[in-house]
């Protein structure tokens, strides 16, 4: 599909930086695993720091799928589909998790970018899928606005789940080891 060769530097900067981003993510979850914090609930990780390396992985996996050498859009656009689909039912478990811990109070920031933004990137990524065939220029431009929403989502919750830990969490550990 030659009008999406078009788009080979702007992938390969979003997908290395979402490779990078995930790597750095697991540094910052190992680093923080040293520091003394309050008993935490296993579930708020799958509901604050999962959902970051998802996004930065669906980011990666779109602009790997983006920048191999299709013929056609057909395929392409069942794989937005296809990835659209299982993030949209992915934001749905987030929002499920979100709503069961209960270590902390999401507030409206955390709604938005746990679950509001990137269940519009993959509804964007959906709607991408039918719109390709019939506007192809406008289409190419879709998965390329969900991709950078979720990766600027991925980046917003993986600095906020790490300043939590280092700020908040990493008080409430220190306050603990001071009663012993």
């Known amino acids: 599909m030659p009008e999406l060769t078009e788009w080979n530097n702007f992938y ?6 979402a490779g990078a981003l995930i790597g750095l993510q697991f540094v910052v979850i190992a680093l923080i695993a040293e520091l003394p914090r309050a008993r935490t609930n296993p ?13 930065f992985a669906v980011v990666l996996l779109l602009s790997a799928v983006n920048a191999a050498p299709w013929r056609g859009a057909l395929v392409i ?11 949209i039912t992915y934001s749905l478990i987030v929002a499920r998790r979100l709503r069961t ?40 431009f879709i998965p390329g606005a ?3 929403l979720l990766l600027f989502a991925g980046i917003h919750n993986a600095w906020d789940a790490a300043t939590y830990h280092i700020f908040v969490s990493r008080r409430g550990g220190q306050k603990d080891k001071d009663k012993k």
């Not at 990780?45 to 390396?53: E, R, W």
């Not at 746990?114 to 990524?125: N, V």
Request: hydrophobic fraction near 60%; proline fraction near 4%.
């Open 77 to 87: 656009a069942v794989l937005w589909g296809l990835v659209g689909l299982s993030g």
């Open 101 to 140: 811990q209960n270590v902390y109070e999401p507030v409206f920031e955390d709604w938005l970018f746990h679950l509001l933004l990137p269940l519009a990137a993959y509804a964007l990524l959906m709607s991408a899928a039918f719109i390709v065939s019939s506007y192809t220029r406008i289409g190419l």
């Open 12 to 17: 390969v900067i979003v997908g290395s930086s």
């Open 146 to 148: 969900a991709a950078l």
């Open 43 to 55: 579930q708020v990780g799958a509901a604050f720091s999962t959902p970051s390396v998802v996004h």
